[in-house]
């Protein structure tokens, strides 16, 4: 998340004070994204050494000083909107790795080790959705973000349920060609859950 | 809370009358939606009802009513003259049964004239024979010097309303002209009760509440009706009670189809609560509804065209005719059963729903093919049973009532061995595909599985070619016998004109005896003007026929010579490019009809045989051994194929050998007239004008159908029929085999094995259908055969081969090629259904 | 209260060496007002269960209790009669009867259990509109969109008083912004008293239940823990989601 670029854009809205900025910041995220009052101020004495803002500079109290963006600031705000972030490199997921040490672990299984992410995701999923259930105080900008969230848990609920599949098919041809080999018993005579 | 669970539970546990009107309503709007389906269903009843609506009002309107005598009366006595004893029995018969109508006829013979006229007493408001007599004008007679006429006895006298008249001895008073709207036909003059002096006939109209059984001189309307099996009313009660068998099959497969699509449908109403009545209502409400509108449409139809019919029907038909005057307990019967038949049409498919599982239903999966008895045995009984049925019926040819119920009862049986027979014989064919190539073997293979639905297409094809069938059969037989030669009368380019010496007597064909009153010429004049009628037409070709008292008989049971006897002529001859040279020198009789020289107990007969004035009574018009009075037994006869072949035309001729050995005397009988190109209405008229001038008459090409004409179009509808119940079976085949052919789409078949296996399908079952319809049109005929209307076994042949070849060969090849091409679009599933 | 009770519910389809479970040993419970996903995989059930609950298919073992009644022993007809006043359903793609307009959809069931036509007309048009469908009310299912067809269908699986509601993936093939709103309904109609189960594979939707019941293998594996109060969530000490 780049609070920098977030602060140009709505500099770019009109110049504005700083303690504007951080409650203009947090409204604009839906309060999703809680922000320190440390944060901003570096945010903004950085944006200014690059050139992309200036400040009135009347006021010691960063909290006073009114800011506007500058010219260059605008560019890069522009350019920054249009370039994609980078996702070619896989991020080093904490969950992934648990799930691929368990599958390597004898003495644990890793299907219920499985569900138990499983089973949080969809908990925090529940708390996201009952958030945005209460329509009294619709609030777009909130929404959208909170919708950001439940598809990203989404997406790992269902990597989870394809690591499942996969593991699943590979432990039961494991097990097939075991029994073939030692009793040559006729195979999945009783195959459980045929119907969706 | 109370009062809530009161109101929830007097609602009727099974959804009672909302629910039933909620589902029916459901079905309606189904049908508006999906009435394409079913169009082949609509059609047939539609069709069936109007046919039956026009065909049953014109054949019981169009030959004089065999009730017509009756009026309203239930019994008719009658006596040969008013002696005592008459005179005493219908006084007996007065106190007995109260009212009664008696109606006196006087035979008067028209002067000059073989013709005769009934001088009759009856009273005009006679509680029975009120029908029988209209007044057209003036009124009726009031005292003993006045009459009333029909208009064709004022123009025999020319009479009018006015006039007096000196028949039978005593002057009358003409003050009206009448009519018998029952039997335009009958000429009498009408004069009070008591002034009819020597009845010849005495007709005594009365209910008969307990008439003594075998009074000799009384019948019923069941009597007159007896002894005439191939009578319309039987004849309309087969071809309906087939036609409503044929629905129904066709409503079976039809209706199935329908289910089918609708199963997701159906197992959602399921879901929703609905019970099983309700879904059983949905299908079988459908059914009604087809029924309804098919009926009720094909009678519009079938009563406008009556409407538009009945003035024709009238003339040609010699009686009044009224607009509602239609058998309307044969109409309302055949919309019942039409409508009956669609009902029970859906009865097993709205089984077959409830007895699905909800949740296959919901899926769209189809239940597994039930699998159906293999057995050829109840099929083959039925079959049996038909045969002798039918034989029965042909055996009681002159019976009457219990003939013509064996004859129905023997076509549904017939049918029903039909439909039992279908399934077996696709298992059969399935066995014999095993080495077939694939699509071949894939199609076989589906129509055995799904044969409880490709049965029931397979029996609807078997029975329309059946029914097809059954009149190509039985119109050849009738018409293609050599003795009751039938066929077109004559070509378009050719007329005769019939001077008052031909074939038909005075008037000439098809007005016999009433003549049209103009005074007949001398023959030099009406030459003169037959040839100057050719010359008018632009005709150089006028053949002179000559008449002789010489006919054929045929001394043996059956059926016996029809059609005129000219003579040979030179001039006949050399018209028709026959040398005398080709002729025997003792040939008695020439004829183009094939088969007809190798006829035995043959016999020419002539000059007083009919009379039997010389020599002594004659045992019997077709006796034999041939009398020794004017009769020749086994005359020579030569075939002659070079003379023309219409009826009225000279096809079978006297050569002038037995002209002079038999002493015959020949008369001019009329000209035969050969134009260049075929005659118009106006020639027509005019040379009608020209020939009445002169007392003759003309008869050129009759509209009548022939044989020919009933056979083509049996077969076309046969055809047709057969291909629109295979149009439909096999969108069903495909829509139920739709994932087998995805899937074969899937695994690499081209459309070329698709079409293949489409082409296959309708091929295999248009070939089963038209030769088990065939076999069993044969089957039931040879049992019928019997009867007196056909003449046994050797009648059957006479189908014409190209007919039987397009049933047999070309419908079959037909339903192949049109489902090769067709096959070209991918099938649409039922799966694909979402709504 | 509990509308909805399986009790140790089983179930196997076909015999012999083509034999297969279905469902082993299921127990559930839904209460009034309370909305439970069952989410699992494809082959995991769930469908069978969604079926079995509806009384649609009778357990080869087990007991289902609907609003009181034991389904076990009952007729076809009384279980038709169940249905259409106390259960509703609402499928993935094919809901609506073709050939009857929206409302006449909504009121089918309660004509179905011998409420006149109009009456059931009124309360069809009640619930419509309650969903604010009722400028749609006269249009035909093929004239509608695919997010109106499933509101209309879950219109009617509530219409007329009935206490439990069954869903088999019913935004399945809708978008997410409309899956949602199915599911907006869906739970409005669950504060409204209605106890609802929705079977589905997707962890969106399965997100708006109170309970989500995980099946796998036709057996209830796992299910989430109960919603934190609205006490807890105001509780600052209680952690809250939060992405930073």
Known sequence: MSIRHSLLALLSEGPKYGFQLRQEFETSTGDVWPLNVGQVYTTLQRLERDGLAQSDDVEEDERQKNYRITEKGGEELSRWLRTPPDLSEPPRDELVIKVLVASRLPNVDVFDVIQVHRRYLVQLMQQWTRMKEDESHFDLAFALAVDAELFRLDSVVRWLDSADGRLRRVSLESVESTMDSTFALPSNRRRTGARR | MTDVLDRIDRRPPDGGMPARRAVTRWAWRLLRREWRQQLLILLLITIAIAVTTVGVGVSTNTPLSTYVGFGTAHDLGTFQNNSATTTQKIDSWRALYGRLDVIDNEAVTVPGSVNTFDLRSQNPNGPYGKPLLTLVAGHFPKSASQVAVTSGVASLFNLHVGSVWHATGVARTVVGVVENPLNLLDEFALVLPGQVANPTNVTVLFDATRLAKGTSNVITPADVSKGNLLNPQTISIVLVTMTMLLIALVSIAGFTVLAQRRLRSIGMLGALGATDKDIRLVVRANGVFVGLIGALVGFVIGFVAWLAYRPTLESSAHHVVGALQLPWIVIVVAMALAVAATYFASTRPARAMTRISLVAALAGRPAAPKQLRRSAVPGIIFGVAAFFLLGVAGARGGNGGSGSLAIVLGFVTLTVAVVLLAPFLLTVLNRFSRSAPLAIRMAMRDLARYRARSGAALGAISVGVLIAMVVIIASAARFGNVLDYAGPNMASTQMIIYTSNGPYGPGGPGNAGAGNGAPAKSIATMALDAHSIAHDLGSHSVVTLENTSATLQHAAPGRSFSGPVFVATPQLLKAFGIKQSSIGPTTDVLTMRPGFAAITQMQLVYGNYFSGSKGGPITGPTAWPCPKIDCLANPSIQQMPSLPAGTSTPNTIVTEYAVHHLGLQPITAGWLIQTPVPLSAAQLSGARATAAADGMSIETKSTIPTSATIIDWATLAGILLALGILAMSIGLIRSETAGDLRILSATGASSRTRRSLTAATAGALALIGAVVGTLAAYLAMIGFSRTSALDGLHSLTSVPVANLLMILVAMPIVATVVAWIAAWRDPKGISGQVV | ?244
């Open chain 3, 1 to 244: 209260m509990s509308i909805l009770e399986l009790q140790r519910v089983s179930k196997v389809y076909g015999e012999g060496d083509t034999e297969v479970d279905a469902l082993t040993d299921i127990d559930l419970s839904v209460n009034r007002g309370s909305l439970v996903a069952i989410m699992g995989p494809s082959g995991s059930g769930k469908s069978t269960l969604l079926t079995i609950a509806g009384s649609l298919e009778e357990p080869t073992s087990g007991d289902v209790i609907i609003d009181g009644a034991r389904v076990r022993g009952m007729s076809r007809n009384d279980k038709a009669r169940l249905r259409r006043r106390t259960v509703g359903y609402v499928f993935q793609d094919f809901n609506l009867l073709a050939g009857l307009t929206a409302v006449e959809n909504v009121s089918l069931p309660l004509e179905l259990d011998g409420i006149p036509m109009k009456k059931a007309r009124s309360k069809g048009m009640a619930a419509l509109e309650g969903l604010g469908l009722a400028d749609r009310a006269e249009s035909y299912p093929d004239q509608l969109s695919g997010g109106e067809r499933q509101r209309v269908a879950i219109a009617r699986a509530v219409v007329g008083e009935r206490s439990l509601l069954l869903a088999d993936e019913p935004s399945g093939a809708l978008d997410s912004v409309n899956g949602e709103s199915v599911m907006r309904m869906i739970l409005t109609a669950c504060h409204g008293g209605v106890a609802a189960v929705v079977v589905t594979h997707d962890a969106k939707l399965a997100s708006w239940a109170d309970r989500v019941v995980f099946l796998r293998d036709g057996q209830a594996v796992d299910e989430t823990l109960p919603p934190p109060s609205p006490e807890e969530l105001l509780n600052p000490d209680v952690p809250k989601p939060s992405l930073s």
